[in-house]
């Protein structure tokens, strides 16, 4: 449910403030300010997730997200939403990044074996992505909607963040019936979070950072910003697109545990990122829609196959109690690194429509995919994660 309501909100939002009259530099303000805020929030409930039961933290999170909602539905000034944007919970890109994250990671990790994360989480992703696609989908209803009611095409958008909130009630209330306290193999307290675990979860947070940093020059609602400016697509067009886009990401995903099983962990995301993040850099050297579309479907089809890999690697090599903290240690930098990022994007798409964001991101996520080869390539036995903690 919260996947498919980001879905649609991060289509629906650089559309929606630009029928605001607002410019590509505030639209990227408003992404960065989501982005940051959304860091700030993850890091903090990770920390305290070793001391809090994790169904209040959800609960306590899903309000804000409901709240969020409705604060973007009836709010049309720019400062009003850029603050609006840093408290809240709005997703401006396909994945998930919210404060929700590291909970749902580290309970997840508490309830298999090692070896069988990497499936479990290609599973759960998979799902978000089928409901996201269908929420890229979805975010076309405004135009039918403004034509058969009369509304304008401002109002008509509302109905979005209204839904956004909507499902925040709707995800409480199966949140709701978790245990009132955290599993056992969660609610192992430690005096203090990443005890055991600090070094090469500091690392990976320095690499996924940069990774990040790439990927904020095209997150869902600059990407589709983009399009919008340099081919004119309409609203349709680009719930269209990034429906594809998602399902496309999120099946590749499966294919991810088979691949790691074979060739490692580290090599499945770096080998897959590398050739996925090549396929961005000449979507935007193409001058025509259908061969930059087919570059960015390219590069959907694997730049995500990393995730459950990713996922899995940091929660293999840190202990039990020290998950949710390393879960949001190395979530929250990315949501960090990538907050920049589109500002930068809409300054650069205020200044041309070419494809400079594309570019940027390519170059920076290679640079990553090296980096991550180079200093974690030998950090696996047999394919599976040593635990260096």
């Not at 203090?192 to 990774?211: E, K, Q």
């Not at 570059?295 to 996922?311: N, Y």
Request: with cysteine.
């Amino acid at each position: 449910m919260r996947a498919f309501a980001d879905g649609v909100v991060s289509v629906l939002l650089p559309a929606y403030l630009t029928a605001l009259g607002m410019s590509a530099l505030e639209v990227g303000a408003i992404a960065t300010a989501t982005l940051l805020g959304s860091a700030a929030l993850t890091l903090a409930i990770g920390l305290l997730a070793h001391r809090a039961p994790a169904r209040a933290l959800l609960l306590g999170a899903c309000a804000l997200m409901a709240g969020t909602g409705v604060g973007f539905a009836t709010l049309d000034g720019f400062v009003p939403l850029l603050a609006l944007a840093v408290v809240g919970t709005l997703n401006p890109t396909a994945g998930d990044v919210s404060v929700f994250l590291p909970l749902e990671q580290s309970l997840l990790a508490g309830a298999v074996e090692s070896r069988d994360l990497a499936a479990l989480y290609a599973r759960v992703n998979v799902a978000a992505s089928v409901a996201g696609a269908t929420g890229a989908l979805a975010s076309a209803f405004p135009g039918p909607l403004a034509r058969a009611t009369g509304l304008a095409p401002e109002d008509a958008m509302r109905a979005g963040f209204v839904l956004y909130a909507a499902a925040a009630l709707a995800a409480a209330a199966l949140y709701a019936g978790l245990p009132r306290t955290a599993p056992a193999a969660a609610a192992t307290s430690a005096a203090r979070p990443l005890a055991r675990s600090r070094g090469i979860v500091l690392r990976l947070s320095a690499l996924f950072t940069l990774d990040s940093f790439g990927g904020g020059f095209v997150v869902q609602s600059m990407l589709a910003l983009w399009l919008f400016q340099r081919f004119a697509f309409s609203l349709a067009d680009a719930a269209a697109f990034f429906f594809a886009a998602v399902l496309l990401a999120g099946a590749s995903q499966l294919v991810s545990p088979w691949l790691a099983a074979r060739i490692g962990l580290i090599r499945t995301m770096a080998y897959t990122h590398l050739p996925a993040n090549a396929c961005l850099v000449l979507a935007a050297l193409m001058p025509e829609p259908r061969l930059a579309i087919g570059f960015l479907l390219l590069r959907t089809a694997m730049s995500s196959m990393d995730v459950p890999v990713r996922q899995a690697f940091v929660m293999s090599v840190v202990p039990p109690e020290e998950r949710a903290a390393a879960a949001s240690v190395t979530n929250a930098p990315r949501s960090l690194g990538s907050g920049l990022a589109p500002l930068l994007a809409g300054w650069l798409l205020a200044r041309s429509d070419f494809g400079w964001p594309l570019v940027v991101a390519g170059t920076l996520k290679i640079a990553y995919d090296l980096l991550l080869l180079a200093g974690f390539r030998h950090h696996e036995r047999g394919g599976r994660a040593s635990a260096a903690w």
